[in-house]
Nanobody, 119 residues
Framework: VQLQASGGGLVQAGGSLRLSCVAA???????????WGWYRQTPGQQRELVAS???????TYADTVKGRFTISTNKSKKTVYLQMNDLKPEDTGLYFC???????????RGRGTQVTVSS
């Protein structure tokens, strides 16, 4: 299973982007057996959990993105989304999704998608 993130790009501060992460090759039960998260990686920093959603729908956000980002899933499409509004330069980074049982299911996490927010 390959986790394919897309939707990143260059945007001005205040703009929006919608990221998608498809669990390509996953069957429905594999997708729903996981909790999902979006992470952000910046140079020289540890990766940061931006938003997460459990398989029963519980959602958490990093304080830095609360009220601006929304995580959701489409289980039939085996896809996790991150709607990002009112983007700020500090949101810049490489975004990728991950699953709670990625190691068990041997997911290939892919290369993520770059988000760059200009001031």
């Amino acid at each position: 299973v390959q986790l394919q993130a897309s939707g990143g790009g260059l945007v001005q501060a205040g703009g929006s982007l919608r990221l998608s992460c498809v669990a390509a090759g996953a069957i429905f039960s594999t997708f729903t057996d996981n909790d999902w998260g979006w992470y952000r990686q910046t140079p020289g920093q540890q990766r940061e959990l931006v938003a997460s959603i459990t398989n029963d729908g519980r959602i958490t956000y990093a304080d830095t993105v609360k009220g601006r980002f929304t995580i959701s899933t489409n289980k039939s499409k085996k896809t996790v989304y991150l709607q990002m509004n009112d983007l700020k330069p500090e949101d810049t980074g490489l975004y990728f999704c991950d699953a709670s049982r990625a190691d068990y299911y041997q997911f290939n996490r892919g290369r993520g998608t770059q988000v760059t927010v200009s001031s």
